[in-house]
């Protein structure tokens, strides 16, 4: 285990696995890129595993089945969201268990974690319930905090994507930056690096463990950048610091 500070929290997204090991997306084997990626999140020795959503493309058991074990192998406590990708109910049943846990918030005390869940079946795009919103503004104003959710709240400049954005973005903005103490809101969804830190809470999205798109384009491209995975170290006076760590 690594120091008690900084809080050093990894975070991975749309892994999208397939039904068999050897599932190609765009290309891209996307098993042998998660197992990659995950030995560097394991190197880097973090205190916290976060998977934020898409983490199979059909939400099949054996899929989950199989992802339970790769994250189980970084042996640190992982905390996993649904995206849209993903089968809710399946993956609670199949994806949870040894380390492997659902949207619990996560304290160390100054710092809470907490993670929405912004997935509607069968649909692309994403919302978050007035439960999750309430379960954020139960944070209060003092609470120094991160929140995961999958869904950007607001557009990363890409029409394809920002079509399928979150619904209620503005709901989720408008409870986040009336508590000063939320530092980020870490999303996934747009499979390449977006971060607007000219607001508060800052926005930030995270590349996929799986295949990359470019940013800021009309329509659907893919990106030829590797793999990677971000990393937050938090600090006991508030200070935080965040990089995105690709993997060749
Ligand atoms: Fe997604």
Known sequence: MS???????????DCHLGPEPDYELNGQPVESHLLRVLEAVRDWRPHLLVATGDLTD??????????????NMVDVPVRVIPGNHDDGDVLARHLTGGRVALTFDWHR?????????????????????????????????????????????????????????????????????????????????????????????AVLTTPSTSYQTLPVTPDFEVDTQPPGFRAFELYPDGQWTTHVTRVP
């Open 58 to 71: 059909f939400g099949d058991e054996a899929a989950y089945l199989r992802l339970n074990q790769h994250l």
């Open 109 to 201: 005390p100054p710092w809470t974690l907490l993670f929405l869940d912004s997935l509607i079946p069968g649909f692309p795009d994403g919302r978050v319930s007035q439960q999750e919103l309430d379960r954020l503004a139960e944070l209060g104003p003092a609470q120094l905090a991160l929140v995961f959710v999958h869904h950007p709240p607001q557009p990363v400049g890409s029409d394809w994507i920002d079509a399928m954005g979150m619904r209620n973005g503005d709901d989720l903005l408008r409870v986040a930056e009336g508590l000063p103490g939320i530092q980020a809101i870490a999303c996934g969804h747009v499979h390449h690096v977006y971060e607007d830190t000219s607001r508060h809470p």
């Open 3 to 13: 120091e008690q500070w900084p809080l050093k929290i990894a975070q991975i997204t």
